[in-house]
């Protein structure tokens, strides 16, 4: 009987090439997937800043009533003064005047974390009265139906007109508001009011006295006025 030989096939890469295809695959489509959000991010970034600041330059006029041109204020680490290039939407702190150029007051833009995320709010100061005298919230991503009451609930946005600054802005229950520097609290999203108190205490602390200080010599003044 002859004796047979068995030839066994040549080893396939089959299984090596499996893998390494797969892997491969998955790096390409990684590649063209960061691709697109980069692509998406440098395309979309432009307007969402540009929005951002259309939306802060409407809300100077509206926390600032009879406001017909501001100007933005930096703080150049001993007092505020006027910013002499163009109005970026960046600074903490507006100067806002009448038609007949008489300062009415300052817009101050100031943040807090709430009970889902960051607040940014800007308010109206008057520092003749010492008195807030207007809010509006900027960025919110509180719980529908509750934070969001921060900008919806009117009796809320209500505690905003005179609020006065001194000693301190503090927060009370809804009801219990006797004194002009309380802020009554939602009831719901206390978490969510006592915040846009603390985000206003925070800007009065950080902004009053350079706000006093250029009020008494008169207000600022120069060219870079921005008119509505």
């Known amino acids: 009987?002859?004796?047979?030989?068995?030839?066994?096939?040549?080893?396939s890469d089959t299984a090596e090439a499996g893998p390494m295809r797969?892997?491969?695959?998955?790096?390409?489509?990684?590649?063209?997937a960061g691709l697109l959000l980069v692509t998406g991010f440098v395309f979309t970034q432009p307007l969402?800043?540009?929005?951002?600041?259309?939306?802060?330059?409407?809300a100077v006029y509206q926390v600032l009533q009879g406001c017909a041109s501001y100007e933005q204020l930096v703080w150049d680490g001993k007092q505020l003064s006027i910013e002499p290039g163009p109005d970026g939407g960046l600074a903490p702190v507006y100067l806002g005047r009448n038609a007949e150029g008489q300062v009415i007051g300052y817009a101050v833009v100031t943040?807090?974390?709430?009970?889902q995320d960051i607040i940014r709010a800007i308010y109206g100061y008057d520092p003749v009265s010492d008195q807030i005298i207007?809010?509006?919230i900027l960025e919110s991503k509180e719980t529908p139906g509750?934070?969001?009451k921060i900008f919806k609930d009117d009796a809320f946005r209500g505690n905003f007109t005179a609020l006065a600054v001194q000693?301190?802005?503090?927060?009370?229950k809804k009801g219990e508001k006797t004194q002009?520097?309380?802020?009554?609290?939602?009831?719901?999203?206390?978490?969510?009011?006592?915040?846009?108190?603390?985000?206003?205490?925070k800007g009065m602390e950080a902004w009053r006295q350079p706000i006093l200080d250029l009020n008494a010599q008169g207000g600022a003044t120069g060219e870079n006025t921005k008119t509505q």
Not at 48 to 58: P, S, T
Not at 111 to 115: A, D, K, S, V
């Open 180 to 201: 002009p520097n309380e802020v009554e609290a939602i009831t719901g999203a206390t978490i969510s009011s006592k915040a846009v108190t603390r985000l206003l205490q």
């Open 167 to 172: 000693p301190e802005i503090v927060s009370v």
């Open 134 to 136: 207007d809010m509006e």
């Open 22 to 32: 797969l892997v491969a695959t998955l790096g390409l489509a990684g590649f063209f």
């Open 48 to 58: 969402i800043e540009a929005n951002k600041a259309e939306a802060l330059r409407v």
């Open 146 to 148: 509750l934070g969001d």
């Open 111 to 115: 943040e807090e974390p709430g009970f």
């Open 1 to 11: 009987m002859s004796e047979q030989t068995n030839i066994s096939p040549p080893p």
